[in-house]
C-alpha cells in the first residue's frame, strides 16, 4: 500500500529535490508525495486528500508558518503524525513543536538520508496506531453485537478477547431456563398493535435485565418465549446457583410486570419457566453470514418440556433434580417424577421456594403428605385434601389431590 505523505515548505526547489531523492520509492509504489507552500495551503490539500499519512512541515513559511500548522493538526480528530523541519540549533522551535504533538524533527540543512530514516519510523508509528483503531473499533463493533446476547460483564470480556473466543460450537455442561406466557396467543390476537408493541418491548428488556444481573446468556427470544444460558460462553462453577437464583427473580419480575399492566386493564398471562441443567452442544451456528450464538440438545428439550409441565401442575417454576442437587443451598418441594414428552424415563422434579415460602408452614404440610404419596400410603388423600383445605391457594396441592381423586397413585406421572 503507498504511503501518502503531504510536504509543506515554501522552498521552490524543494519539490524537485524531493522527487528526485525519493524516485525509486515512488517508482516501485512505497511512497507518494504532495506539495503545499504554507500552512493554509496544507489545509486546503489535507481537505482534497483526506488519506494523507503523515505531514512534513518547515516552521518558517508566509501566511500560516508550521507550528500553527501543527496546532491546528493536533486539534483534529484525526492528528497527523507530523515531522518538524527546523534550522539547525533553534532549539526553542524544536522544543515548542514536540511539545506540541510534533512526532519527530529533522534539521536544515535537510539529510535526506536522515530524513528517510525519520520517514520509515514515523510511517511504522502511524501504521501502530492504525492497528490499534483496527482492533479498537472490531472490539467496539463485537461488543455492541454480543451485549444482545451477553450481561455487559460476559460482552466485555469477549470483545477483548476476540469475538471468535469462546463462540466455537463445542459440548458444555449448561443450565438452562426456558420461558413463556400463557394465553400469549389470544392477547396477539386482541391487543392494538402499538400496545403489543409496548408490552413486549418492556417485557423482553426486563426480562433480560434479570437474565444479565446474574451474567446469564440469552440465547433465544422468539415471540414471547426466552431460552437462557448459564456455563457459557464463559465457565461458571456455580452455574446451577445462577440459575435458579435467575428464575426466581424473572418469576418476581414477570408477575410484577403482569400485576402493573392488570391494574391499567390489561390482562398479560403469567410467565412459566422450566430449569434444567446437562450436556449441549453450544456455540455460534449462524455461520459466516450472521451471529447466532444458541444451543442444541436434549437439555434444551427438557428444560422446554419443564417449562409446560407447569400448565398442568399449576406452578410458575418447575426444575429439574439434576439442577436442584447441584444448585448451592436449593430451597424447594418435590412435584414428582414426570415423564415429559417425547422421553420414556420419568425425571424428578421439584418447586423452587423462595425463602418465605419455604418457611411456610404449609411447606412442611406439603412434604408430609408428598411423602405419604411416595410410600404408597393410603393417607396421602386425606393428608392432601387437609392441605387444600387451609391452603386453596396452593395449586400443586390442588393438582396432587385431584389425581388421588381420579384413583392415580404415587408420584410417576405422566405429562404432555
Known amino acids: 500500500m503507498t504511503a501518502t505523505i503531504l510536504f509543506v515548505d515554501d522552498e521552490p526547489d524543494l519539490e524537485d529535490l524531493v522527487l528526485q531523492k525519493f524516485r525509486k520509492r515512488i517508482g516501485e509504489g512505497e511512497v507518494s508525495f504532495v506539495f503545499a507552500h504554507d500552512g493554509l495551503e496544507a489545509l486546503q490539500s489535507l481537505e482534497l486528500n483526506p488519506n494523507v499519512d503523515m505531514v512534513i512541515s518547515d516552521i518558517n513559511m508566509p501566511r500560516m508558518d508550521g507550528l500553527s500548522l501543527l496546532e491546528r493538526l493536533q486539534a483534529t480528530e484525526d492528528k497527523k503524525s507530523t515531522i518538524i523541519v527546523s534550522a539547525y540549533g533553534n532549539m526553542s522551535n524544536i522544543r515548542t513543536a514536540m511539545n506540541r504533538g510534533a512526532f519527530d524533527f529533522v534539521t536544515k540543512p535537510i539529510d535526506f538520508s536522515d530524513l528517510e530514516i525519520t520517514i520509515d519510523k514515523t510511517l511504522r508509528h502511524v501504521e501502530t496506531l492504525r492497528e490499534a483503531r483496527r482492533r479498537q473499533a472490531e472490539a467496539e463493533r463485537a461488543h455492541a453485537s454480543l451485549s ?188 414428582g417424577d414426570l415423564i415429559l414428552r417425547g422421553r420414556s424415563e420419568p425425571l424428578r422434579a421439584y418447586e423452587p421456594l423462595g425463602p418465605e415460602a419455604f418457611a411456610e408452614p404449609g411447606r412442611l404440610q406439603y412434604s408430609q403428605a408428598f411423602a405419604k404419596l411416595e410410600a404408597g400410603d393410603i393417607a396421602a388423600l386425606p393428608a392432601f385434601a387437609a392441605l387444600v383445605g387451609t391452603n386453596a391457594d396452593d395449586p400443586l396441592a390442588g393438582f396432587h389431590l385431584r389425581r388421588l381423586l381420579n384413583g392415580n397413585k404415587g408420584v410417576r406421572m405422566e405429562l404432555g
Not at 231 to 253: E, G
Not at 292 to 319: M, P, V, W
Open 148 to 335: 444482545r446476547y451477553f450481561s455487559p460483564q460476559i460482552a466485555s470480556r469477549l470483545a477483548c478477547a476476540g469475538e471468535a473466543d469462546g463462540m466455537e460450537v463445542q459440548w458444555r455442561d449448561v443450565a438452562v431456563i426456558f420461558t413463556d406466557i400463557t394465553g400469549f396467543t389470544s392477547l396477539v390476537e386482541a391487543a392494538e398493535p402499538e400496545v403489543l408493541g409496548l408490552l413486549l418491548n418492556e417485557y423482553v428488556a426486563g426480562m433480560t435485565d434479570a437474565v444479565f444481573a446474574h451474567e446469564g446468556t440469552v440465547a433465544k427470544v422468539i415471540g414471547d418465549a426466552i431460552e437462557v444460558l448459564f456455563n457459557a460462553p464463559s465457565d461458571q462453577a456455580d452455574y446451577a446457583t445462577r440459575a435458579i437464583a435467575c428464575a426466581h427473580d424473572l418469576d418476581s419480575w414477570a408477575e410484577e410486570f403482569r400485576r402493573r399492566w392488570k391494574s391499567k386493564g390489561v390482562c398479560f398471562g403469567a410467565t412459566r419457566i422450566g430449569v434444567h441443567a446437562g450436556p449441549a452442544l453450544v456455540g455460534n451456528f449462524g455461520g459466516s453470514r450472521f451471529f447466532d450464538y444458541t444451543a442444541y440438545g436434549d437439555t434444551i428439550n427438557t428444560a422446554a418440556r419443564l417449562e409446560a409441565a407447569n400448565k398442568s401442575l399449576g406452578t410458575r417454576i418447575c426444575a429439574s433434580a439434576t439442577v436442584a442437587n447441584a444448585a448451592g443451598n436449593f430451597r424447594g418441594r418435590p412435584v
